[in-house]
């Protein structure tokens, strides 16, 4: 169905005179040129002009072409056929494999309704040990991956959906939000060495790829997520990394569209954004969908605007820390923000509660004793801090751990830790059991061997 003419061309959007006013914001429209085709996004409309956002370059683009409206509006593949595939934001392949469709879903699905979302869940075990310990999670959570650049937040993504699928046993989804292409390829291939990629399928809107791309594939990620929750009635993993760079590009769309950008340059209608998206991440009574979203952290501000609008959906989050990963421990996670509202003594046990607690008061107190020793030296501590200094230092190392996918790099093993030889261990560190040990025994290593 024609609509009008191309009245304006930018790089980020193209002005459309409207001749037919049936037409709605999200609906798709096309120009032809040249034997070829370029979509739009309808993102608004005043009157008889619609301001709609490219799904690439405009480059060629010319006032004067006419533009139609595109049935259907934006689909993703909605069959078994996604399982083993990458896909980009607007739902084409883009591993070099042909796909014979067989179903399609448009990506603007309505979230669920209050009766439709199923909270209880079973407790989910990701056999790394910092994580368990300290952030416990159940099928269903929503758990926030936090750090600056250059942390460890992808390679923990990677190692949970190693680790929780082997325990899982359903499928995964991957979304890659602003993913450096090379990081994208290196997944695919991990993927594909793992035996795992037939239980995986990947949407990707890389970074040198428009904003509309960065934009809408957490959409058409959520979509392959739904599938396998709505018709396979499965318990689904979902990462997205990174939930971050999905509203810097609603903020470079809003900024074309010339609306006014508040605090530190973010959209206004920033947290309606995180919201739609965060309202589709639910469970039901066909299946749960648990997700792990690394989120960014702009200048390691944790009070950015931004980051707070995505830890409020959150059930518990963890934050890996620069200062940790420069002192060698992986994964670098800062005990004392990372948390979980699972961390109760009715959700764990009182057992695993106290452990928790205590280990975060020993190590609260090894950061106070540490600036003193540094100046007086440890001659000078108690016997009760000479403990707790000593003690605090094998339960640092303790939580460090040799992931499966960085074994080609660092030569060490992976393990998986079941979450009670963990509470077994940390209970024998504090009691003083391993207090002849050397602290530098408790580095990268699963279990240890209570004899």
Do not use: W
């Not at 407790?123 to 040990?129: A, M, R, V, W």
């Not at 792990?292 to 959150?314: C, G, M, R």
């Not at 998986?416 to 940390?426: G, H, N, Q, R």
């Amino acid at each position: 169905m024609r609509l009008g003419k191309i009245i304006s061309v930018s790089n980020l959007r193209v002005d459309i005179l409207l001749e037919n006013r049936k037409i709605d914001i999200r609906n798709i429209v096309y120009a032809e040129r040249d034997g070829r085709r370029d979509y739009f996004e309808v993102a608004q409309i005043d009157g008889s002009i619609a301001l709609a956002i490219p799904f690439g370059s405009v480059n060629g683009l010319k006032k004067g072409l006419d533009v139609y409206l595109h049935e259907g509006g934006l689909q993703m593949e909605y069959s078994d056929r996604i399982l083993g595939r990458v896909f980009n934001a607007f739902g084409g392949p883009i591993d070099g494999l042909t796909l014979q469709s067989s179903c399609t879903k448009n990506i603007y699905n309505k979230s669920l309704t209050l009766s439709e979302i199923e909270i209880a869940g079973d407790i989910l075990h990701t056999g790394i040990k910092a994580l368990d310990f300290f952030a416990p999670m159940q099928k269903g959570f929503k758990m926030g991956l936090l750090g600056g650049a250059g942390v460890g937040k992808t390679v923990l993504i990677k190692e949970l959906i190693n680790n929780v699928y082997k325990g899982f046993g359903s499928n995964s989804v991957f979304i890659g939000i602003g993913e450096r292409s090379r990081e994208g390829k290196e997944l695919y291939d991990e993927m594909l060495e793992s035996n795992l990629l037939d239980k995986l399928a990947i949407a990707f809107g890389q970074m040198g790829e428009s904003p509309m791309a960065r934009s809408r594939v957490v959409y058409s990620g959520l979509t392959l997520a739904e599938y396998l929750r709505d018709e396979k009635k499965q318990d689904v993993l979902l990462f997205i990394d990174n939930m971050y760079r999905m509203i810097q590009s609603n903020s470079e769309i809003s900024a074309e569209l010339g609306h006014m950008l508040v605090d530190n340059g973010y959209s206004t209608t920033l947290l309606s954004d995180v919201s739609e998206v965060e309202e589709r991440i639910n469970s039901t009574e066909n299946g749960s969908v648990t997700s792990f979203q690394a989120i960014y952290i702009p200048a390691d501000d944790l009070a950015d605007a931004a980051v707070n609008a995505l830890l409020s959906h959150l059930d518990g989050q963890v934050v890996l820390d620069r200062k940790i990963a420069e002192k060698g421990l992986y994964p670098a996670i800062d005990v004392f923000h990372t948390k979980s509202r699972l961390v109760t003594p009715e959700k764990i046990g009182k057992r695993h509660y106290g452990l928790v607690n205590e280990v975060i008061r020993y190590l609260a107190q090894y950061q106070e004793l540490e600036k003193i020793v540094a100046v007086l030296g440890i001659e000078d501590l108690s016997e009760e801090n000479y403990n707790i200094f000593y003690r605090s230092r094998k339960l640092r190392n303790y939580f460090t751990q040799p992931m499966f996918v960085t074994e080609q790099f660092t030569g060490l093993a992976g393990q998986f830790v079941e979450i009670s030889a963990v509470l077994d261990d940390v209970e024998a560190i504090l009691s003083g059991k391993y207090d002849a040990e050397d602290e530098s025994t408790f580095s990268y290593v699963g279990a240890i061997n209570h004899g």
